[in-house]
């Protein structure tokens, strides 16, 4: 299983930026994620979605972040909007297929005040 993301950058606080990550496995990967870690702190989760469409958030995204996924590429996305300085971390594209987790390269996140 490899899990390819993109998408991260700089942005001001109130801006948006979309990250991608797509799956590359003969399993099918469910659910998928996104988590992130900023210097000092443990990892966190940010957001999962199954194949069906149920989604989790963390209180500190909900209303600002939307998690998506197209099922037929085994990709997900993670759309960020009202960024605040402290969303600013490492994002890591999680997957689970066969009770393993997986994880990708990360990307990292910085948001100016």
């Known amino acids: 299983v490899q899990l390819q993301a993109s998408g991260g950058g700089l942005v001001q606080s109130g801006g948006s930026l979309r990250l991608s990550c797509a799956s590359i496995s003969i399993f099918r990967i469910d659910p998928m994620g996104w988590y992130r870690q900023s210097p000092g702190n443990q990892r966190e989760l940010v957001a999962t979605i199954t194949t069906s469409g149920n989604t989790n958030y963390a209180d500190s995204v909900k209303g600002r972040f939307t998690i998506s996924r197209d099922n037929a590429n085994d990709t997900v996305y993670l759309q960020m909007n009202s960024l605040k300085p402290e969303d600013t971390a490492v994002y890591y594209c999680?997957?689970?297929?066969?009770?393993?987790?997986?994880w990708g390269q990360g990307t990292l996140v910085t948001v100016s005040s």
């Open positions: 999680y997957g689970q297929t066969w009770g393993s987790d997986y």
